[in-house]
C-alpha cells in the first residue's frame, strides 16, 4: 500500500485470492464426494466416478494453492519493493487467461472425463499421470503464465528496492518454475519415465514450495509483529540451504521404488524429516526476539493471519516431519506403500504446510484492503480455525488407524496379495476409520463456510479504535 491506496499489484492479488478461496471449496466437496464413494461405491456411479472425484480434489488442491502463491507474491511485491508492479497489464491478462485454462480443463473433467489411447487424449483431456493430469495444451498455458509472473517479479525487483525476501522468492521462483517442466515429456521406461514424475511430485512441493512458504511467513511475521528483518532473512538463507539440500536428498526416500541404490533408502528417509526444521526455528526465533525487545505496548497487528501462521508452523512440523518421517524407512515404507498412510501423511502435510500459511497471507490482505491499523480475531474467524484444524487432525488419526489395518492385515498377514487387499478394505476397523475420515471431512467443509463468511464480514466487525489508522489516513 501506498498511502491509504493499493497498488495495481495487490488489486491483482486480490483477485488471485478470490478465485483461489473458490478453488478450496471445490476442492472441499469433490473430497467429501469421494469419501462418501469410499464406503458407498453406488453413490454417483455412472455420473460422477471415484476416480474423477479424486483427481478434481487433488488438482483443485495444487491450483488454488497455486492461485493464492502467486496472490501472496502480488500483494508483498510492490510493499518490499517500493514501487508499483512492472508489466502490471500483462499480469492481468495472465490472470484471466489462467482462470479460463482452469475452467476448461475441469469441465473437461467432469464431463468428458476420459479419452482413447491416443496422442488426442494427451493432448485435449488429460495426461493420465497421477497429481498433474492437465492436459498438454493446458501444461504449455500454466508455463507461459508463469513465464509472466516470472517478468513481473523479476523487473519490479531489479528496478526497486531489494530486500532478503525478494531475492530467495527470485531464486525459487526460477525452481519451480522449472521443475514442472519435468513432468512434461515422457520416456519409453517407466522407472525412468517414474523418476521425473517425481521430481515434480516431490521436489516441486518439498522444496521450492518449503522456501516459498518461508519467504511469505516471514513477510507475514514482520507485518504481524513487526519482527526483527535481519533475524527472518537470516532464516530465509538457512531455509534455502536446507531446502535445496535436505529436499533433493529427501526425495530419495522414493527411489527404492524404482529400482534404484539401496543407499537412498537411508538418505532419503534423514534429509526428508529435516526439511520442516528451518520454519520452526524461524517462527521460534522471531517470537522470542518479539517478546524480548518489543516493550509490554507491544500488540498483534493482525491476529488472524498470525493465528494461521501459528498453526502452519506446528502443522508443517507434524504433517511434513512427524507423519513423513514414520513411513518413509524403507524398512516401515515396505509395508505402509501404497496404503492410507500416504494419504494420512499427505492431508496433513499439505494443510500444515501451505493451506494454513496461504489463509494467513488472505487475511494480511483483507486488512490491507480494509486500510485497518489493526484486525483482530471474530468469534466467526475463531470458530472456523478451530473446526478446520480438528477436522484435519482427526482426519489424519482416522486414516492413520485404517492405515494400520491395511499394513497388518493386507501386508503383514496376507502379504501384499490380492486376497489381502480386499479383505483389509472389509475390515471392520478399517471401514470405521473411513467414516470417520467422513465426518471430518463435513467438519472441515463447516469451518470452511465459517472461514468465508469471516473474510467477507470480519473488518465491519473490528472495534473502533482500528479504524484510527483508515480515518487519519482518509484526512490526510
Known amino acids: 500500500m501506498h498511502g491509504n491506496r493499493l497498488y495495481e499489484g495487490q488489486k491483482l492479488a486480490l483477485k488471485y485470492f478470490f478465485v483461489a478461496m473458490v ?38 488442491l495444487v491450483v488454488w494453492l497455486l492461485y493464492a502463491m502467486i496472490g501472496a507474491v502480488y500483494w508483498l511485491l510492490p510493499d518490499e519493493a517500493g514501487r508499483e508492479v512492472v508489466g502490471i497489464k500483462l499480469g492481468n491478462l495472465a490472470f484471466y487467461v489462467l482462470t479460463a485454462a482452469v475452467a476448461v480443463v475441469v469441465l473437461v473433467y467432469l464431463f468428458v ?46 528496478s526497486g528496492r531489494r530486500t532478503g525476501i525478494l531475492s530467495v522468492l527470485m531464486a525459487d521462483l526460477i525452481a519451480l518454475a522449472g521443475l514442472y517442466l519435468a513432468g512434461m515429456f515422457y520416456t519409453d ?51 534455502v540451504a536446507m531446502m535445496f539440500g535436505s529436499g533433493i536428498l529427501g526425495l530419495g526416500h522414493h527411489y527404492f521404488w524404482i529400482g534404484t541404490p539401496e543407499y537412498w533408502w537411508e538418505i532419503g528417509a534423514l534429509f526428508s524429516a529435516l526439511e520442516p526444521v528451518p520454519l520452526v526455528g524461524l517462527f521460534v526465533h522471531v517470537l522470542y526476539d518479539w517478546g524480548k525487545h518489543s516493550g509490554q505496548g507491544h500488540k498483534i497487528i493482525n491476529v488472524p493471519a498470525f493465528a494461521w501462521l501459528t498453526v502452519e508452523t506446528f502443522g508443517n512440523f507434524l504433517g511434513a516431519g512427524v507423519w513423513g518421517f514414520m513411513h518413509t524407512l524403507p524398512q516401515i515404507n515396505l ?37 485497518l491499523k489493526e484486525l483482530k480475531m471474530t468469534k466467526a474467524g475463531w470458530w472456523a480455525i478451530v473446526l478446520i484444524t480438528a477436522g484435519m487432525l482427526f482426519m489424519t488419526v482416522a486414516l492413520t488407524a485404517s492405515a494400520y489395518v491395511q499394513t497388518m492385515v493386507e501386508r503383514g498377514m496376507y502379504g501384499a496379495t490380492w486376497q489381502g487387499y480386499f479383505a483389509a478394505q472389509a475390515n471392520r476397523w478399517f471401514l470405521e476409520g473411513m467414516g470417520w475420515r467422513l465426518a471430518m471431512g463435513v467438519v472441515v467443509i463447516a469451518g470452511y463456510v465459517l472461514l468465508i463468511y469471516d473474510m467477507l464480514t470480519c473488518t465491519k466487525k473490528q472495534p473502533a479504535e482500528a479504524y484510527e489508522g483508515e480515518v487519519a489516513a482518509a484526512a490526510a
Do not use: C
Open 335 to 371: 509395508y505402509t506403500h501404497g496404503t492410507q498412510w500416504a494419504a494420512a501423511h499427505g492431508h496433513l502435510a499439505f494443510f500444515g504446510a501451505y493451506v494454513t500459511i496461504l489463509i494467513g497471507a488472505i487475511y494480511l490482505a483483507i486488512q490491507g484492503k480494509a486500510g
Open 189 to 239: 521406461n517407466i522407472a525412468v519415465d517414474q523418476y521425473w514424475w517425481w521430481w515434480v511430485i516431490h521436489l516441486w512441493v518439498e522444496a521450492t514450495w518449503e522456501v516459498y512458504v518461508a519467504a511469505v511467513g516471514g513477510y507475514i511475521l514482520i507485518k504481524t509483529l513487526n519482527a526483527n528483518r535481519k533475524v527472518v532473512e537470516m532464516w530465509l538463507w538457512i531455509e
Open 113 to 158: 472425463q476420459v479419452g482413447p489411447g491416443k496422442e488426442s487424449t494427451i493432448w485435449f483431456i488429460t495426461e493420465g499421470r497421477e497429481y498433474i493430469e492437465a492436459p498438454r495444451w493446458a501444461d504449455i498455458g500454466i508455463v507461459a503464465v508463469v513465464l509472466i509472473f516470472l517478468y513481473n517479479v523479476y523487473a519490479t525487483t531489479m
Open 23 to 60: 478453488l478450496f471449496g471445490a476442492q472441499l466437496l469433490f473430497g467429501l464426494l469421494a469419501a462418501i464413494q469410499f464406503l458407498y461405491p453406488d453413490f454417483l456411479f455412472g455420473v460422477l466416478d471415484f476416480s474423477i472425484n479424486r483427481i478434481v480434489h487433488i488438482n483443485a
